[in-house]
């Protein structure tokens, strides 16, 4: 019961911080650094967000890890159950070991290549094109994580997972 327990409550908190930071973090950030009027508010905003989303990544890819192992010392109602619920963990640690080792990395590179502040490159610069796409592709990631993190909650929720 304790190691369920804990379980449904370290995917249940890494979910909950995805979404906050999501829905309500990053937002308002840029909001309210773009507000300053600052010349490089995104600059600013963008630093501060890839770092709290670093944070999240790593912890996903954590969690996500030790569910899977800790999902070895749990009886199962079904083998289904046991399957969805392992599948929709592997993807979980795929998706945040990608967004953050893969994608992020290569953001914070192509940033660091550019001269000056990414509020002062044009929006048709190759530079910003590829930046403004991996951002599409961070973002797309982390949601596929959310939603394979929820699928996996829910099962181990309903009881798929039992000590």
């Given at each position: 019961?304790?190691?369920?327990?804990l379980?449904?409550?370290?995917?249940?908190?890494?979910?909950?911080?995805?979404?906050?930071?999501?829905?309500?973090?990053?937002?308002?950030?840029?909001?309210?650094?773009?507000?300053?009027?600052?010349?490089?508010?995104?600059?600013?905003?963008?630093?501060?967000?890839?770092?709290?989303?670093?944070?999240?990544?790593?912890?996903?890819?954590?969690?996500?890890?030790?569910?899977?192992?800790?999902?070895?010392?749990?009886?199962?109602?079904?083998?289904?159950?046991?399957?969805?619920?392992?599948i929709?963990?592997?993807?979980?640690?795929?998706?945040?070991?990608?967004?953050?080792?893969?994608?992020?990395?290569?953001?914070?590179?192509?940033?660091?290549?550019?001269?000056?502040?990414?509020?002062?490159?044009?929006?048709?610069?190759?530079?910003?094109?590829?930046f403004?796409?991996?951002?599409?592709?961070?973002?797309?990631?982390?949601?596929?994580?959310?939603?394979?993190?929820?699928?996996?909650?829910?099962?181990?929720?309903?009881?798929?997972?039992?000590?």
């Amino acid at each position: 019961m304790i190691i369920r327990t804990l379980r449904l409550l370290a995917l249940g908190l890494w979910l909950g911080t995805a979404v906050f930071f999501g829905a309500a973090v990053a937002p308002t950030l840029f909001h309210v650094i773009r507000g300053a009027q600052l010349l490089n508010a995104n600059e600013i905003a963008g630093t501060i967000v890839t770092r709290l989303l670093a944070t999240i990544n790593i912890g996903g890819f954590i969690i996500a890890l030790l569910l899977i192992a800790t999902a070895l010392l749990m009886k199962r109602g079904s083998r289904l159950a046991l399957f969805v619920e392992m599948i929709s963990l592997a993807i979980m640690a795929i998706m945040t070991g990608v967004g953050h080792w893969v994608i992020a990395a290569r953001i914070i590179a192509l940033r660091a290549a550019m001269q000056g502040h990414i509020d002062q490159i044009a929006l048709n610069d190759p530079r910003r094109v590829a930046f403004d796409s991996l951002h599409g592709y961070s973002v797309t990631v982390m949601g596929v994580a959310m939603i394979a993190g929820l699928v996996a909650f829910v099962i181990m929720a309903r009881g798929g997972s039992r000590p």
